[in-house]
């Protein structure tokens, strides 16, 4: 027997050698036992790494944390094409309490080469104040894990839930905002506010990013230019409700969390109430189709220029209108005194119901509370014959937009909605079908035509028709000279899919602006010839369809 006592044990070509003599522990690895080794340490520095991270967060076992966590979360709100509206993200903010500092020398040389931009001045005051302080609010996550690297025990991080805006001032009458204590105060933020708190599900709007963003830079554009005190704008989808874009101007940033007190920041779209003057007339005519009163082709013989009612005038804007015409006539050249005839054969009762069925009187029930109430009318004689041109009575855009979707999609009824739907809603029609194939071809004419009020917004390829509207606003109980000018166009009207409503209040006559004519003659015209939808709103309303048409067609295109 050998002297020195020797164990050799064989497993799968691995060798353990123990020799008593020399002590030493030989460990051989093969090259598949070599790859896993490495494996294995890079899976350590892996996981060290997430843990790292993981420090972010706050704590599992500490409920109380998480219970805010979970009271600050929102649900995030997205357009059509997915696209961020509202969100809350995780953001950290960085404290540094001075008592607890290792070294302040140290400390003060590290911070200025992460944040080589702050006042260190400032900071050391700080440090000496001995009192805890923020130092950084949402910091980026490759300056936090620099600053956690530091490992000096006075840098406190805290992580917080905060609701952004991406599109910053682009939605802002519509999205809203919450307070500080994570409430919704206005916009879909209040009225969804249990929604959005509860239901953690991603919540997809009807808007279009793109075209709302087109739409409010023509309005931005065009307030400078006609000096408005604001504007706004609705485009949409006529047969289901869908609002693929609601602008109202001037608006603001809900990132800055403003308390807004400037009435001037009203959302015009959906919350101003106001007379719109001619576009009422579309609704009178409208009416006498739907009691199958007149046709298009019927004429009033010998209308004057000016009548009264209880001893107040009412007259034509323009003299150049003549006496006989048609009732498709009487709407392309807004006549004031042929609305008034045709209103008065409707007669009261009928008119105010009809008004009443399409929407325009009355309160509307809508997505956001921002919604305002057309002031009471008062039906009498006088009322129903101002009211058949659209003076004295009032509403909202939004309910106008309603009520020119239902009189020219064939008479159904429609709710005007933000929210998307995937449901398919019964169609309920409250008018004739007759209406939209009477009313549809006048309405073009008022575009296409020289004698319409609207010749502007002819915009090729799009078979534009519409109505303008201009109306003195009351200020302080009485008429003033200050306009509102309204122009709601619909198209295709060979088949119609779209409305498109632009109003501007308190527009301006430009002495300097360039009118180029869409009649093929490329006649341009300088300066403003008067304060009307025809030269103001119009005008605008053209130049959004140039911007937003390409889209419409391609995108929104229905594919039977």
Sequence with gaps: MNNQNRFVIY????????????????????????IFFVFFVISIIYSIHLIHLGSRGFNSENSGQNKIYNKLKRADIVDRNGNFLAKTVSSIDIGINPVEIIDQKKLLLNLGIIFPNKDYQLIKSKFNNNKFFWFEKKISDANYEKLMLLGDKSIKPEEKLTRVYPQKNLFSHIIGQIDDDNNGISGLEKSLDEKLKKNKDIIQLTLDKNIQFLIREELLKYNQIFDTKGSAAILMDVNNGEIISLVSVPDFDPNLRENITDVNYINRATKGVYEFGSVFKTFTMAAAFNEKIFEPESEFINLPKSITCAGFPISEYNKDIPSNLTLEQILVRSGNIGSVRIGQKIGEEKFRSFLQKIGITGS??????EVGVP??????????????????ITTTLLQVVKAYSIITNGGYDVNPTLIKNEEVIEKKQILDQN??????????????????????????????????????????????????????????????????????????????????????????????????????????????????????????????
């Design 11 to 34: 497993e799968n070509d691995d060798q353990f050698d123990f020799d008593q003599k020399d002590k030493k522990i030989n460990i051989k690895f093969n090259r598949i036992a070599f």
């Design 364 to 369: 509307i029930n809508f997505d956001i509370e």
């Design 375 to 392: 002031i009471k009318f008062n039906w009498g004689k006088c009322p129903l014959a101002t009211a058949s041109f659209g003076h004295g």
């Design 435 to 560: 209406v939209t194939k009477k009313i549809l071809p006048i309405l073009r004419k008022i575009v296409s035509t020289k004698d319409g009020t609207a010749k502007l917004a002819n915009v090729d390829g799009y078979e534009i028709g519409g109505k303008t509207g201009t109306a003195n606003k009351i200020i302080d109980g009485t008429y003033s000279n200050k306009k509102v000018n309204t122009f709601v166009s619909i198209f295709p009207t060979s088949k119609p899919k779209f409305v498109l409503a632009v109003m501007l209040d308190e527009s301006q006559n430009n002495k300097n602006y360039i009118y180029k004519y869409r009649d093929g003659s490329n006649f341009k015209l300088k300066g403003s010839p008067r304060n009307t939808a025809g030269w103001t709103t119009v005008e605008v309303a053209g130049h959004i369809i140039d911007k937003i048409g390409p889209i419409l067609a391609t995108k929104y295109n229905e594919i039977n």
